[in-house]
């Protein structure tokens, strides 16, 4: 079976195509086999220069356009992408090595976001107030903040530019936005779908390259407002720090260490349904996945006998092919990751119940792991690890398991099960975590705000939140 095509790359600035040229250039890698699926092209400072420039007028244009035009701007590219779904979906599979049973509910999530944001665009309300002057008007204004620089993760490629883009342009913000130099072509097609429907140009533009030279290029320019970035931690706190220079504000979701909470009442046999796939969902590669499972005693040989089994029952293989069920890990960094967490764990007493290997062949390929008697101290305890491994631990009262819980600078995704409502209502009010669900993994909801506290990052996407974040107040005041 020949591999599905790929697709052109290049910069997309003021509505144009721009590649060649000299710009330096870089491998896209296909996570399956190791082959090279493009050539990106970087920017360089003269193009950040332009898109600058063209987010700066671009602004000045697209916040005059009235909120239903800018929603129905919205709503007619996501018409486009939907006609081309198998296309997206071929592309994810293709740069990050998810099923494409994956890629399809990454997109229905990108769209259901994207539609959300268009919906919230007729909702941006201001108020009025009583005035202190006799026949005045006070009044409190919604505004577009400016120019948005957004940086996108390779994870959930689709999504993170789809929610981004949507709710900065349903705010009335123009954009210049840099997805992760491994999975650059979908925000290309979904840049091309509001090109489509009607977007005027320089409004969205899309940049590629080296990020540090991108981030500290656009971050020092006054022309940008506003910064959202999805991706490490170490990163973030550089974003933060450069952004501070010129008191930019910054939405930052940078993953998490999620710890599941296993009760005696539990129902084990929904727990382990519900976490085996929740776990093993994108090769682990998710910021709300399930890592640190804390089980109660008494059923800990139970969850953990039946855990093991879902994870060994698994298929890996090509995302194309419908049987599989896990795909490889994205890039070889996440295999370097793997093989050290997993070491250190064992090194220091850890039980390797299952897994705990690279799959033999060209592809990224990491067996689903889990480890069980981990030490709090292990590394793997302590840093998100981002991939295919699972520890499972014990513990006997549940001030323990939420000590155990909240002990990290983290808190983006945590989960707990129980069937006793006091039970539940105790763990929603105590974890620290900016999203919290009990006897569900579910937060796909583009109503519900996504995001963490502590050192996960501050503020959210989706939500009314989520468009909030792109709007600043304004009090006028008049007689
Ligand atoms: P990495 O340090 O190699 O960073 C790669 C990612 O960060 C890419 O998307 C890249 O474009 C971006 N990046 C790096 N330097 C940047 C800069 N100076 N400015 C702007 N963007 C920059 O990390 P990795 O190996 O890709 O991932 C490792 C860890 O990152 C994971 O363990 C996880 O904790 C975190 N992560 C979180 C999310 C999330 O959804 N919150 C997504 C991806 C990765």
Known sequence: MSAPAYTDLYLWINGQKLSGGGRPESAVINPFDGSTLGQMPHATAQDLQAALGSADQGFKTWRAVPAWERAAVIERAVAWLRERSEQLATLLTLEVGKPLAEARMELGLTFESMIWCAEEAKRIYGRTLEPRIPHGRAVVTRE???????????NVPALLTGRKIAAALAAGCSMVIKPSEETPATCLLIAEAFAAAGLPAGVLNVVLGDPDFISRTLLASRIIRKVSFTGPEPVGRQLAKLAADNITPITMELGGHAPVIVCDD????????????????????????????????????????????????????????????????????????????????????????????????????????????????????????????ATISRFSTLDEAIEKANRLPFGLGAYAFTRSLQRAHQLADRIESGMVGINTYYFGMPEGPFGGVKQSGYGSENGTEGIDAYLVTKFVHMV
Request: hydrophobic residues 45%.
């Open 266 to 389: 539990a129902d084990i046999d929904a727990a382990v349904a519900a976490s085996v796939p929740n776990k093993f969902f994108n090769a682990g590669a998710s910021c709300i996945a399930p890592t640190r499972f804390y089980v109660q005693d008494s059923v800990f040989d139970r969850f953990v006998a039946a855990f093991v089994q879902g994870a060994q029952s698994l298929k890996m293989g090509s995302g194309f092919d419908p049987e599989t069920r896990m795909g490889p890990l994205a890039n070889a960094r996440r295999l370097a990751a793997m093989e050290r967490l997993i070491a250190d764990a064992v090194a220091r007493g850890s039980k390797l119940e299952t897994g705990g290997a690279r799959v033999k062949g060209d592809g990224f390929f990491w067996a689903p792991t889990v480890l069980t008697n981990v030490p709090e101290d292990a590394d793997i305890m302590n840093h998100e690890p981002f991939g295919p491994v």
């Open 144 to 154: 577009p903040v400016g120019p948005v620089a957004a940086f996108a993760p390779w």
